[in-house]
């Protein structure tokens, strides 16, 4: 099997990738602050994490994944205020309508979905020893703040410039800038505030108060996956400040090297603009399904193109997923009737060879997918002159099984929902009022075949019947 190298943000290199234990690769993902429906935007981010996921495995390594779902935040928090609720029962919709969603996505449950609120002690363990190594302090007003003089290698991830790293490292534009001893530093323990936490607070040893969102990964993903993982994901906004800051505290922590490979993702646009909340441009899953779209044409459109180049969603760009899947579907389907016996065209150890170098590559989806619809036409063109065999389709339908593994979207249940026999019979009946050309019973069972929501399809190998969409 060919090598699997993957771009790394700290190195900005392909690497290669393997696991550090030499069997199992440990990956950390950003996951979703559950405090509304995740936008299609998050599901990009999601939807390329599986796909790395599902090729870590096709290349043959076993994995141990977390997505941290984050329920402590000002706006898990603000929301449960505004509804007078507790936070668990603020945030249990949302996390429910995600895992339906990502279900919809044919995005495969991972080993670990860790809630912040789970790991407090964890986080407060890890902010002492940060103290006590001299790597974090209170400020006067009682949070406690991460020193970044105390790493000097900070900024190594996002390749910022010193200057552009200290306006933005805290993440924040809050009141407690005049509480920290450098504009940069970052909060790791917010000091409670009726005004702004309601009644929800957490006892620690600094005072009651709650996590900053930094330390929450860090903790959850040193808990979960140990202080050292072989891969760390997210969108290309986590990179900094929130990745950097996950780095200078863990490995403040532990003394080792917190991951050896990240791997960012690029955005979803709209008009060209990142689709967020703030901007008010998103759809969310449940939006584009009430319009008739499916779960598998939307992962069909957010894994079309390489996760390190932005993707400007259109409902263009939709429809053209739904066409793509149409005439793959149209090609299984056709396999599927194939009945006769003819040589092997020998097209099938190429296309699995290429497949696999293009994910190799960087996972190169879009080398990738060539692969699949450069098949499809020579496939096809050797149908149509009758050469291609039953023995022949199934390998092929065989090879798009074994490409599911990683693309989970192609339609390999088509042509298996079994047809009902009145209707076979009605189309046997057909074929042969064809053979004696007597058009107008054919057209007239034709008719009565419709009227039942089935299409006839007539191909070289002979005539099959279609569920009308
Ligand atoms: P959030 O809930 O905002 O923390 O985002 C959850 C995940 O979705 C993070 O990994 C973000 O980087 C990612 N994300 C947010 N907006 C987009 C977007 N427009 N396109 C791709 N990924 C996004
Ligand atoms: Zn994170």
Redesign the pocket.
């Known amino acids: 099997m060919t090598k699997l190298f993957l771009y790394d943000t700290e190195t900005r290199e392909k690497k290669r990738v393997s696991p550090h234990d030499g069997h199992t690769i440990r990956m950390y993902t950003?996951?979703?602050?559950i405090y509304d429906f995740?936008h299609i935007?998050?599901f990009?981010?999601y939807v390329v994490e599986d796909i790395l996921r599902r090729t870590l495995q096709f290349f043959g390594f076993s994995v141990q994944q977390a997505m941290n779902l984050?329920d402590i935040d000002d706006k898990t928090i603000r929301g449960a205020i505004a509804k007078n609720i507790a936070l668990k029962d603020y945030v249990e919709p949302y996390r429910k309508a995600f895992f339906e969603d990502l279900e919809k996505l044919s995005i495969q449950p991972v080993e670990f979905y860790p809630a912040a609120t789970d790991y407090i002690p964890d986080m407060i363990a890890i902010i002492e020893k940060l103290i006590e190594k001299g790597c974090a302090y209170r400020g006067d007003q009682g949070s406690v703040y991460f020193s970044i003089r105390a790493f000097p290698s900070y900024g190594r991830l996002s390749h910022l410039l010193s200057s552009e790293l200290k306006l933005n490292a805290s993440g924040s534009n809050e009141a407690d800038e005049y509480d920290k001893d450098n504009a940069s530093d970052f909060v790791l323990w917010k000091q409670y505030d009726p005004a702004r936490d309601g009644k929800i607070f957490w006892e620690s040893p600094f005072g009651p108060g709650r996590p900053g969102w930094h330390i929450e990964c860090s903790a959850m993903a040193i808990k979960l996956l140990g202080p050292s993982i072989d891969i760390h994901c997210?969108?290309?906004?986590?990179m900094f400040p929130h990745h950097e800051n996950e780095i200078a505290q863990s490995e403040c922590f532990s003394g080792c090297k917190f991951s050896h490979h990240w791997v960012h993702?690029?955005?979803?646009?709209v008009d060209h603009k990142?689709?967020?909340k703030s901007l008010g441009n998103f759809y969310t899953l449940r939006d584009l399904l009430a319009k008739g779209y499916t779960g598998p044409e939307v992962r069909y459109l957010l894994l079309s193109t390489h996760y390190r180049t932005q993707l400007n969603f259109t409902f263009a760009g939709l429809d053209a997923a739904k066409a793509s899947l149409q005439r793959i579907e149209d090609f299984i389907l056709r396999l599927r009737s194939i009945r006769s016996s003819a040589l092997s065209s020998h097209l099938i150890p190429e296309a699995r060879l290429n497949f696999q170098k293009a994910l190799a590559d960087d996972i190169n989806i879009s080398a990738a997918l060539a692969v699949l619809f450069d098949l499809i036409r020579e496939a096809n063109s050797l149908i149509d002159q009758q050469k291609i065999g039953s023995i022949e389709a199934e390998d092929l339908l065989q090879l798009l099984a074994s490409w599911n593994q990683v693309l989970a979207v192609l339609p390999l249940h088509a042509g298996l929902e079994s047809i009902p026999k009145p209707l076979l019979a009605l189309l046997e009946q057909r074929e042969s009022a064809r053979k004696s050309k007597n058009w107008p019973l054919s057209d007239s069972l034709r008719d009565e075949i419709l009227s039942h929501g089935y299409l006839i399809e007539d191909t070289p190998s002979g005539a099959r019947l279609k569920r009308k969409s």
Not at 30 to 33: A, W
Not at 234 to 238: F, S, W
């Open positions: 950003c996951g979703p602050t995740a935007g998050n990009r981010t984050t997210g969108g290309v906004d986590n993702v690029e955005h979803l646009l990142k689709m967020s």
